[in-house]
């Protein structure tokens, strides 16, 4: 087994990989949710004076990496950054390799739908901790309008929602990691393995994502010798409301409980008077609220241990229509203090 | 800078990961070109036995996974492989997502287009040499009726072809990358950054990737202090027959000469009887050609230092329908006996 693995599917950072500074940005809509008043930024219409929603997504993605990237005080030009590491939710990842296009730093481009910001950091980590990067720049957006006409509607067609689908997130999340200094650490990761029980339903993707994040969990946990408790915060993606719930109850069977210490970011990121379904979903999801609200909650000292698992559900309108599965995948990364 | 980087682009691998085993697989008409007889399966039809061509091209990098595996002894079952570092052309990479749901290795799914084979390699790579990984699954696939249909026309509808158009190629290939054993070397890996030299026309795409293969050629050998005579095979992934030129051409401006030893992977995976316009394309293409073709001929001695630089083209038909320019990325591994 190679020097820094415990067990098939985790890693640990020999030297954890420092939280530099963060950024987080939002549509309006999140911004009037519980955790906007962590948002660096709320926009107040979806378009952000561009002529396209997929320019304004490409907008947004660039601000939350401007923002972070001057926090941590490596803004340039050019930009003091070894890596872009990213993804979007958008046809070829357009939003992001558009981006990176603006921000002229060497990009490697990432796909795992909604877990894409844990997808970024774990291999930020790994960069950084191998001798290969001093500073790596991690992000994910994604945006309701340009997300739901390419998965579902456009959202001018106004179709009916189910009471179980989820609203796809307008915002983006960006971590600037470095080998050295002052911050929250990276300490471990782990990989997810895709896995798939069945739904076929693209509205129910809180359904298809439980089962991921579970068994990243469990393996996490495994893989550490940890115990659920030893984490004061255990935070998945974009499960929702009826997704956090089958979480809980598929835990249970595999003898992990999730506590207080659990919570979800779709579940989180919309007021309950907000009528957004089951709550919010989107590769910008677990990606603002980690960046703009969790750490917040960390530098204000309530959390000290947390692990995000942040889930993807890897359809795309070809597959469910041709009537596949929606397979699932969930990685982890262990932040502490 | 971090300990193992070279220049800003460019990292080199403390104990160089080797390529353990590869595999490439082909359609009938790949099969029939200048390469086919390296590889080590081809279909004799597009739809294999399946019931769609995107299960086809699901199948095909499938079959390239298992014999990767096979040959280089980890095939389990559960396959002894750390990590699946894959990625295709379809929305949201289902072709990889969906073989990685069969596979059950840990999995981090990648875009970059054509480009995505050397983003596999790198990142694969720098896991083995940072002490995360011992065996790594790279690949890449492209299938030509689920690409030409999604970024252009259904190949049924039997739209005329600009000259200049390229083929999506149906192949895919893997590599098996390992800490340790016998084998090629991979030295070095460079980044590309996204380069963008104003094309919009989306048959055109060798010319859109040129500007992003000269560059990271430039980089590279600029990061290594090598001339281009250093390697005894430099290789484009799907520039075609127009990019060729024009990547010679720029190349020349910034006094780099690619003579004999410059080869174009889209050029030559078809022959000139085939009547294929410019030559093939497709993240497919330069994965098959090398997993297959060049490293036999690595293996038969008449190669020892390689620079694979693999070029992708960042459209969406959504980015070119409004009218935006054709961003471009390369991505360069050496490999070295």
Known sequence: MARKRLGYQTVWLETPPVIRASAAVGGAWEGRGPAGKDFDLVYQDLILGQDSFEKAERMMLLDACHLALEKAGVAGPPPKVDYFLAGD???????????????????????????TFCEALSVGSTLIDGGFADTVLCGAASHNATAERQYRYPTEYGGQRKPYAQTTVTAAGTIVLQSGGE?????????????????????????????????TIAVHLSDTGRSADYYDLILTGDLAAFGREMAIKLALERQIVLG??????????????????????????????????????MARGKYRRMLVVA??????????????????????VAIEV
């Open 89 to 115: 939710l958008l046809n070829q990842i357009v939003t992001t390799s558009f981006s990176a296009l603006s921000l002229s730093i060497p990009f490697l481009g990432l796909y795992g739908a909604c877990a």
């Open 183 to 215: 911050g929250p650490r990276i300490t471990h990761v782990t990989t997810g393995k895709v896995v798939d029980l069945g739904i076929k339903d693209p509205y129910n993707q809180g359904a298809a994502m439980a089962p991921a994040a579970v068994d």
């Open 260 to 297: 207080k210490q659990y919570r979800d970011c779709g579940a989180m990121i919309f007021s309950d008077d907000q009528n957004v379904g089951a709550g919010g979903s989107g590769a910008g999801c677990v990606a603002a609220m980690t960046a703009g609200y969790w750490l917040s909650e």
């Open 311 to 332: 889930t993807g559900a890897l359809l795309s309108p070809t597959t469910f229509q041709q009537g596949e599965n929606i397979p699932a995948v969930a990685h982890a």
